[in-house]
C-alpha cells in the first residue's frame, strides 16, 4: 500500500513538472490545466489554488451524479487533488527561470511537457491508488450513462475523456477570447498535448508491464475507483 502511494506521488510530481513546462512554453498548456491556467492570467489566484478549487468541483460533481453510489473512499480524492495543486506551484517555481528565443525552443519545451506528463499520467495508474478528480468525475459519468442506455462506445472512458479535455479547453478558449481577446493558454501546444500525451502514457505503461495491456492498466484504474 505505501509503494502505491510512493508511485502515486512520483507520478503527480511528474506530471506537475510536466505541465509547467508546456506553460513555460507560452504555446498553450495541457487540456487538464488550461482552464486553471486561463482564470490565473485573469485572477491573483496561482495555477496550483485554481487546480485545486476546479478539482473540489469535480468532486462534489462526483457526489451529485453517484449520490448513494458515491462511496466514502473516494474523498480521498481530496488530499491527493491539494497535493497535485501544491506540486503545480512548486514545478513552476522551480522552472521560474526557464526562457526561449526561438519559436523551435518553444516546441521542445512543449515535447519535454508532453513526455513528461505522459510518464507522470502512467505511474499514476500503475499505482492503482486514487484517481484524480477528473478521471473521477469522467469514470461516474461514464458508469451512469452505461447504467441508463446501456454499453456503447461513446460513453466508454476512453472516449468520454477526450469529451471531457475537449469541453475544458472549448470553456478555457471562450473565457480567453472573451476577457483577453487572445488564445492565453490554449494554442497549438494544448493540441499536440492532447494527441501526444495519450500516446506516452500507453508506451510507458507497455514499457512498465510487458505482459499487460493497456487496456488491463485502464481497467485496474476503473476498478480501483469503484473500490
Do not use: C
Not at 158 to 182: E, P, R
Amino acid at each position: 500500500m505505501t509503494l502505491r502511494y510512493v508511485v502515486l506521488g512520483l507520478g503527480l510530481s511528474l506530471m506537475s513538472i510536466g505541465i509547467a513546462f508546456s506553460i513555460r512554453s507560452d504555446l498553450g498548456t495541457t487540456p487538464i490545466s488550461s482552464l486553471p491556467y486561463v482564470v490565473s492570467e485573469l485572477t491573483p489566484l496561482s495555477v496550483g489554488t485554481l487546480m485545486i478549487l476546479m478539482n473540489l468541483v469535480f468532486v462534489a460533481l462526483q457526489i451529485l451524479v453517484l449520490r448513494r453510489r458515491f462511496k466514502p473512499v473516494q474523498l480521498l480524492q481530496i488530499p491527493v487533488v491539494v497535493v497535485f495543486g501544491l506540486l503545480n506551484d512548486a514545478a513552476l517555481w522551480l522552472l521560474r527561470d526557464v526562457t526561449y528565443s526561438t519559436y523551435w525552443q518553444q516546441w521542445l519545451l512543449v515535447a519535454i511537457g508532453i513526455v513528461v506528463v505522459g510518464v507522470g499520467v502512467a505511474f499514476q495508474v500503475k499505482a492503482q491508488a486514487v484517481p484524480l478528480a477528473g478521471e473521477g468525475l469522467i469514470l461516474a459519468l461514464s458508469d451512469t450513462l452505461i447504467r441508463r442506455f446501456g454499453v456503447k462506445r461513446p460513453l466508454l472512458f476512453g472516449a468520454m475523456k477526450v469529451q471531457f479535455d475537449t469541453t475544458l479547453v472549448l470553456v478555457s478558449v471562450a473565457i480567453a477570447l472573451i476577457f483577453t481577446h487572445g488564445l492565453a493558454g490554449v494554442r497549438e501546444g494544448t493540441v499536440a498535448a492532447a494527441i501526444g500525451v495519450g500516446f506516452v502514457v500507453q508506451l510507458t505503461i507497455r514499457l512498465l508491464e510487458p505482459v499487460s495491456s493497456v487496456e488491463k492498466a485502464n481497467a485496474r484504474l476503473v476498478a480501483t475507483s469503484e473500490a
